[in-house]
């Protein structure tokens, strides 16, 4: 059974760091598009970050700078470092994983709780 677990989150001060971590289990994903995104109370799931296999990288502009997405495809594991936290990143993150030839994704973590206090 494909699993994909995160931990890492946290309670944070603005401008603080956290570094958020996605195992998965249950298959290879070396091949596979990983991705993190976010859900903020009351609104919608966003992307924040992706890794391609190839080692390209895509990040959402209101984390660009701030945040890194790393993979470690023989520990099967991403990663997302977050720096100079703010407010409005506070939300639940989310890995997910898609094979390269589709645009959805069909795996989810059950996410991890990210509060950036003020």
């Known amino acids: 059974q494909v699993q994909l677990v995160e931990s890492g989150g946290g309670l944070v001060q603005a401008g603080g760091s956290l570094r958020l971590s996605c195992a998965a289990s249950?298959?290879?994903?070396?091949?596979?598009?990983m991705g993190w995104f976010r859900q903020a109370p009351g609104k919608e799931r966003e992307f924040v970050a992706a890794s391609w296999s190839s080692g390209s990288l895509l990040y959402a502009d209101s984390v660009k700078g701030r945040f890194t997405i790393s993979r470690d495809n023989n520990k099967n594991t991403v990663a997302l470092q977050m720096n100079y936290l703010k407010p409005e990143d506070t939300a639940v993150y989310y890995c997910?994983?898609?094979?390269?030839?589709?645009?959805?994704?069909?795996?989810w973590g059950q996410g991890t709780q990210v509060t950036v206090s003020s």
């Open positions: 997910a994983a898609r094979r390269s030839t589709v645009t959805t994704y069909g795996y």
């Open positions: 249950g298959r290879t994903f070396s091949g596979y598009v």
